[in-house]
Structure formats: structure tokens, C-alpha cells
């Protein structure tokens, strides 16, 4: 398809090229001569075509959508459309990653808790340092909130330091019904089965060479790999620790979320029952009432997603 402004060349080409006149040359390209004369009266977007080239650059792999809400944050008063055209203009699309095939059969639905602190779900990520040595990142994320609560790096995570590192958790914010996790060797430990008799938590393992049935945790892991592991070179583990702790605290308050209205997990949790995020009481009074409702009983309506399968 021939755009506007290509016709609009053709035509002042001809008149150049062969001294015809504007009625003339629209008739041989066959446009319209109120398209050929029509002047754009579209304001100046130099100053948010710059801002979001900014968060494009500071954000690589957030897509038009994600850089949508972070500009209305910032009082751009832009439609979608409008940014969406600018996003396309500028090519700040985000390049997609060639994954690995995988298998399609039947899938059991995984429903979503019914509340804040009900399901953590465990998993661990692998990664390497410059100098080539290999480091794991425990990550463990909230079901119902997605919030991450933890990502623990370290060059070898037993099921003693899983334990430890609960119990850690648990003392700030309560201990959840249930855990869903893996057949890893460190999660099915005697360390770990001692401590969910311990403890009393219901600890779930998905079936073998299944993790979309730890689904909540593969999206976040995903999200990790491609936001932080695959753009950032470490120097050492204490760099992968900074650089870890700094990225979960940007995705808790910060990022926005698809399937939390666009919200951020940690405002989600205040809104949803501010006890699980006192510090973000505030926020959570700021946030878009509009995106999560409160009921008369104090509880909010929250969107619910899809079951994930």
C-alpha cells in the first residue's frame, strides 16, 4: 500500500520532472488533489517522541503497552493509538527471542488463590557470572499477588538454606496454607520435609516434566531471564545480588502488570488486604480505585484472571 506522503512525492516528482501541472499529475497517479494539498495540524510530539525513546532505552524489553502506563504515571496525557504510532515510527519494538518447541497435549487448569499470602510457589534459575562461573537463583513468588518475594543468589542453595530462607520470610509476613514446587533434589530433601511437618504447610509437588503446572513461577522466571539475566553482564555474586534485589523491588513497586489491571504487585497486595504490605498503605489510596474496587465488607474485587494451564 502506497502511503499519503509517498503520493504526495509522486506528485511534486512529476511537476518537477516534466512541468505538468498539479491537475495533471494527480490524474496520471489517479489521487485525490485534496490529499496532495492537505497540511497535518497534528501537535509537536518532539517532547514525548523523546521521553519515550528514553523509556524504551531504559526499559529494552518493555513492550508499547507497559511504556503506555509509565507515561500517564508521569502526566502524559497520550492515547494508546497515538503512542502506539509514535512506538512504531521510532522502531522501538521489542524483539522476540527464539524459545524451545514445546509439547502440546491436555492441560489441568491451576486456579488462582483466592487471596494475598494463601500459595508461594518455589523455583530456581541458573545463570553464570563474566569469568564463567555458574551461580542459582531461588525465586519465590506470591500466586495471588504475583509479587516476588525473594530471590536468593548464591553459587550452591541446599534444602537446609531453602528452609532458612522461609523461615526468614515467614517472620515478616506469615507463614501461606501452601508451597508449590518441583521435584528438584534440594526441594524434596529431608531438610525441606522436615520442615513442612514443622511448620504445618501444605507443600504441593507438580507432576514430573510438568512446570506448567508451576506456572505462576515459570511467567516470573521468564520475566527475570529477560528483563535482567540476558541484558545485564555480572562481575561477581555480590553484583548479582545488588543487581537482583534492585530489580525485585522496581518489578514489586514499579513494572506494571497485565493481569493486575496494570498495576504493580506490591500496590495489588496493599489493595487487596493492606496487612501484607503495611509500607504501601499509601499507594494503595493513590491507586486507580477504577482497576480494583473496594467492597462494603473492606475486601477489593479484584480482576481475576484466566485459569493458566
Known sequence: MVTPAAKREAVAHMRTRFAVSERRACSVIEVDRMMVRYRSTRPDDGTLRERLKALAQERRRFGYRRLHVLLRREGYAVNHKRLFRLYREERLMVRRRGGRKRAVG?????????????????????????????????????????????????????????????????????????????????????????????????????????????????????????????????????????????????????????????????VYAAILDPRWSPALRNLASSAPKTLAPVTQQGQANRPTPPALG
Open 106 to 266: 491436555s492441560r489441568a487448569p491451576i486456579m488462582l488463590p483466592d487471596g494475598p499470602n494463601v500459595r508461594w510457589s518455589l523455583d530456581f534459575v541458573h545463570d553464570q557470572l563474566g569469568d564463567g562461573r555458574r551461580f542459582r537463583i531461588l525465586a519465590i513468588v506470591d500466586d495471588c499477588t504475583r509479587e516476588c518475594l525473594a530471590l536468593v543468589a548464591d553459587t550452591s542453595i541446599s534444602g537446609v538454606r531453602v528452609a532458612r530462607e522461609l523461615d526468614r520470610l515467614i517472620a515478616t509476613r506469615s507463614k501461606p496454607r501452601m508451597i508449590v514446587s518441583d521435584n528438584g533434589t534440594e526441594l524434596t530433601s529431608n531438610a525441606i520435609l522436615r520442615w513442612a511437618d514443622d511448620s504445618r504447610v501444605a507443600w504441593h509437588y507438580i507432576a514430573p516434566g510438568k512446570p506448567v503446572q508451576n506456572a505462576f513461577v515459570e511467567s516470573f522466571n521468564g520475566r527475570l531471564r529477560d528483563e535482567l539475566l540476558n541484558e545485564t553482564l555480572f562481575r561477581s555474586l555480590a553484583h548479582a545480588r545488588a543487581a537482583l534485589e534492585g530489580w525485585r523491588g522496581d518489578y514489586n513497586l514499579t513494572r506494571p502488570h497485565s493481569r493486575l489491571g496494570w498495576l504493580a504487585p506490591a
